[in-house]
């Protein structure tokens, strides 16, 4: 064995291999060689020795990994070491997935609880519109108006509405459904796949709950109506009333699936018998407010309606002009004409003979409900409302 291999044999054995590994700090790899000085003697041939020079030992000290949350050295930040164009990760990390509800959690439930609250609120807001045609009585003439003041109040309010129906579609686009091949006795399992859910949403309810967050009656009340203010109000109000009505629908049928669903995941749809009663009483008491309020509207319509047969039958002593019996006209120079001598709001007043029959809408020009401000006909409406809801279910249950 030569000089250099002993050199090396030496080395080798002296060196020491130590691995420290803790929760709290890096991975280490440490050469690490006594600092002291060795002496190599050789011995020759013919007996004598020669005494080398000592080997100097150096202590070296390489990082190779952090562990997760730990660092390499005082100087070393926390952040995952790269190595090129890749990162190297804990063993225990997960890459971030999409946040997918599960239709039986607490969060889900009470955002149903949040949903169904301001459903009904909308179900109460959408009959306002109908209030929004009124009567104007001035002296010996009449005329029809609308109030826009009124209209965007209400639309204010709906506007809050339809931003929680945009987030309800938004939230089922992120809910997981029950597999039904999964389904047996129990709970099936739940499909989280995003595009599953959105295909399966896009084929059942979503083009209902679409239609019931559109903001048609901000469109009408905003652009529509103020544009056509010189034309004939009548024609503005039924536009308005059947968008309306055509939105009410699928607005009532979503609080039966979304109380069910409260229902099934709960058993009740309150907490408490109180909060029950109420429920019912609120339910009890929006259909006599959408009563009342169609009761209203019907009744502004038949009011008009008696208006424009007179007015087809009055030829002198001015002919009849159909828009005079719009508010806009008032100002007009032939409409003032007209009405120093037109016997139209006579002949329509229930007061006096007519021949028109107003039925069930006759109390509302009697008591002048038409053309009171808003407050008094609301809560006309809704005690007319109330009243005639209890009639019917009383000869309901007396029939039955």
Known sequence: MNENQIFDYMIKRRGELLLHHTSDA????????????????????????????????????????????????????????????????????????????????????????IFLFWCLVALFVDPLFFYMPSVINKDTTSCMDTDLNLGIIVTCFRTLADAFYALHIIIKFRTAYESP??????????????????????????????LAALPLPQIMIWFIIPATRSSHGDYTNNALVLIVLVQYVPRLYLIFPLSSQIIKNTGVVTKTAWAGAAYNL????????????????????????????????????????PHYLDCGTLGDGGRRKWENGTVVFTKCHPDNDISFDYGIFEIALTKQVLSSSFLQKYFYCLWWGLQNLRYALCNMLYYK
């Open 26 to 113: 890096p991975i280490f790899l440490t050469s690490r060689m006594e600092s002291k000085m060795k002496e190599l003697v050789r011995f020759n041939n013919n007996g004598s020795t020669d005494i080398k020079k000592p080997v100097p030992v150096y202590k070296t000290t390489v990082p190779l990994l952090k562990t997760e949350g730990g660092h390499s050295d005082s100087n070393s930040n926390s952040r995952i070491p790269k190595f090129g164009k890749f990162k190297v990760f804990p063993e225990d990390h997960e890459p971030r997935k999409e946040r997918i509800l599960d239709p039986g959690s607490e969060t889900f439930l009470q955002w149903n609880r």
């Open 181 to 210: 091949n999964s389904r047996v006795f129990r709970r099936g399992e739940l499909v989280t796949d995003p595009h599953m859910i959105a295909s399966r949403y896009l084929k059942s309810d979503f083009f209902i709950d679409l």
């Open 282 to 321: 609120l339910l009890y008491m929006l259909a006599s407010h959408v009563l009342g309020a169609s009761w209203y509207l019907l009744s502004v319509e038949r009011h008009v309606i008696c208006w424009k047969s007179e007015c087809k039958k009055e030829t002198s002593p001015l002919q009849c002009n």
